[in-house]
């Protein structure tokens, strides 16, 4: 399996490049999953719905599958923050790509989603991890850079790219362990 991160700031447009990038890479027949961090409180489920109501009793995990789909849900006790690796090793294992959305502190490769109008810093100066930087404003970038500039408005060459270097994404867990 290969795996790349997507970070930036909010508002940079991660959410709508991994999707379109899913789009991409599935049209190849390729299987994708996502890893996508929530900084604050999240919830999947709804209220009176069977497996909503089980957790509302104190089940530590629900687990609610058919034919189409699995869901887990896993409540925590205390606040944990799982680390990227452990994410990953939940997935599937025939699954091709996985594109990580958020953990910009991880030590992943990634690409850097920075637009100009956002007014937030660049991270990729400081950040080892940052492969490329996907950009709507490319001259506009705070340093110059050896690395690869995509253009965050063509998803298409985004995963042509991402093809073409897949060799260099491929995971193996016994790094990170």
């Known amino acids: 399996m290969n795996v790349i991160g ?4 909010s508002g940079a447009g991660k959410t709508t490049l991994v999707e379109r990038l899913i789009g991409q890479l599935r049209r190849t027949g390729l299987r994708v ?7 604050h409180g999240f919830d999947i489920d709804r209220a009176g719905k069977d497996t909503y109501r089980h957790r509302e009793a104190g089940a530590f995990e629900v687990v609610v ?13 205390r606040d944990a923050e799982l680390s990227v690796h452990s994410l990953i090793a939940e997935l599937y294992d025939g699954v091709d790509w996985v594109l990580v959305e958020g953990f910009r502190d991880s030590d992943l490769q990634k690409i850097e989603v920075w637009r100009a109008e956002n007014g937030k810093s660049a991270r990729y100066m400081d950040d080892d991890f940052v ?44 790094n990170y362990a």
């Open 6 to 9: 997507f970070s930036g700031f």
């Open 131 to 174: 492969t490329a930087i996907a950009t709507d404003s490319p001259d506009q970038l705070p340093v110059a850079t050896g690395l690869p500039v995509l253009d965050l408005n063509n998803p298409d060459a985004i995963a042509q790219w991402l093809l073409s270097q897949s060799e260099r994404f491929a995971y193996n867990p016994e």
């Open 33 to 39: 999953s996502v890893v996508k961090h929530a900084r």
């Open 65 to 77: 599958a058919s034919n189409q789909r699995l869901a887990l849900m896993r409540e925590f006790e």
